[in-house]
Antibody
Framework: QVQLVQSGAEVKKPGASVKVSCKAS????????INWVRQATGQGLEWMGW????????GYAQKFRGRVTMTRDTSISTAYMELSRLTSDDTAVYYC????????????????WGQGSLVTVSS | DIQMTQAPSSLSASVGDRVTITCRAS??????LNWYQQKPGKAPNLLIY???SLQSGVPSRFSGSGSETDFTLTISSLQPDDFATYYC????????FGQGTKLEI
């Protein structure tokens, strides 16, 4: 079955960067887009961007452009999300999530989710 | 960016009630609209895709409708397991989530 296993919790200082990993299994890693979504404590879901693992092209939400980078290592079926210039507002659980399929409508929804990675930004 | 506005933000209901949550898009999005359920400490779970298609394994008491700018999620008869937070999400242009609707007992 599809599994997305994320890296563990991180504590970072303001101004630092964080890189969260997402290891995929149970399917062909390059066949479906990976998205990243975050959720601050007690707050709603916030979409950050997507990546096509086949060729590595990406699309980022306007809010995060210039600060987020999504990459992958196909040899180990792992996606990464790096966020730089962290502030306390970036304290959140970060989820990687895979779309349902490669064509309409399954390419539009987020079906498989990692367990989440808590990133805490504190001085 | 397309903004998604859900109403209400929170809702109190009882087991057996019929509940409707609305989601409005800031511009037409055809049926590029999905609904998710999230319970505390868990990742979201897909309920409805393409505005009205029920995801496999989701109970039939959940249904979705709408197109373009106005959408609804209906739970026909609330069960104890349904008390959670619900989010709509558009994928017409990038992706955006609504702010969520917390369904409480």
């Amino acid at each position: 079955q599809v599994q997305l296993v994320q890296s563990g919790a991180e504590v970072k200082k303001p101004g630092a960067s964080v890189k969260v990993s997402c290891k995929a299994s149970g399917y062909s890693f390059t066949s479906h887009d990976i998205n990243w979504v975050r959720q601050a404590t007690g707050q709603g879901l916030e979409w950050m961007g997507w990546m096509n693992p086949t060729i590595g092209n990406t699309g980022y939400a306007q809010k995060f452009r210039g600060r987020v980078t999504m990459t992958r290592d196909t040899s180990i079926s792992t996606a990464y999300m790096e966020l730089s210039r962290l502030t306390s507002d970036d304290t959140a659980v970060y989820y990687c999530t895979r779309v349902g399929g490669s064509s309409w409508p399954s390419a539009e929804y987020l079906q498989h989710w990692g367990q989440g990675s808590l990133v805490t930004v504190s001085s | 960016d397309i903004q998604m506005t859900q109403a209400p933000s929170s809702l109190s209901a009882s087991v057996g009630d019929r509940v409707t949550i609305t989601c409005r898009a800031s511009q037409p999005i055809s049926t590029y609209l999905n609904w998710y359920q999230q319970k505390p400490g868990k990742a979201p779970n897909l309920l409805i895709y393409a505005a009205s298609s029920l995801q496999s394994g989701v109970p039939s008491r959940f249904s979705g409708s709408g197109s373009e700018t106005d959408f609804t999620l209906t739970i026909s008869s609330l069960q104890p397991d349904d008390f959670a937070t619900y989010y709509c999400q558009q994928s017409y242009n990038s992706r955006t989530f609504g702010q969520g609707t917390k369904l409480e007992i």
